[in-house]
């Protein structure tokens, strides 16, 4: 069973910085795009930042220049750090990927657990 950890949440004043990491762990083969979406109350979950496995990268235009995806295939894990932070980046931010588990044709899609992320003087 695959299985997304999150960690790296957490309180920070504006112009903070915080960094999120997901390891994944369990039987998967491959993992073409591994991405952090963020859910903010009252509002739709958004991918902010995605990477593929060659390590081509996407940010949501609002965190360009801030927030810098990278990840780590040895180890199955994605980071998201965070700089310069404001109160609009105060959401829970979910780790995404995508992959090929045995025994399956095609991408599933899992989920981590969500971590709080609130920036708050």
């Known amino acids: 069973q695959v299985q997304l950890v999150e960690s790296g949440g957490g309180l920070v004043q504006p112009g903070g910085s915080l960094r999120l990491s997901c390891v994944v762990s369990?039987?998967?083969?491959?993992?073409?795009?591994m991405g952090w979406y963020r859910q903010a109350p009252g509002k739709q979950r958004e991918l902010v930042a995605g990477i593929s496995s060659g390590g081509n990268t996407n940010y949501k235009d609002s965190v360009k220049g801030r927030l810098t995806i990278s990840r780590d295939n040895a180890k199955n894990t994605v980071y998201l750090q965070m700089d310069s932070l404001n109160a609009e980046d105060t959401a829970v931010y979910y780790c995404?990927?995508?992959?090929?588990?045995?025994?399956?044709?095609?991408?599933?899609?899992?989920w981590g657990q969500g971590t709080q992320v609130t920036v708050s003087s």
């Open positions: 369990g039987r998967i083969y491959s993992i073409p795009f």
């Open positions: 995404n990927v995508k992959g090929t588990p045995p025994m399956t044709v095609g991408l599933l899609d899992y």
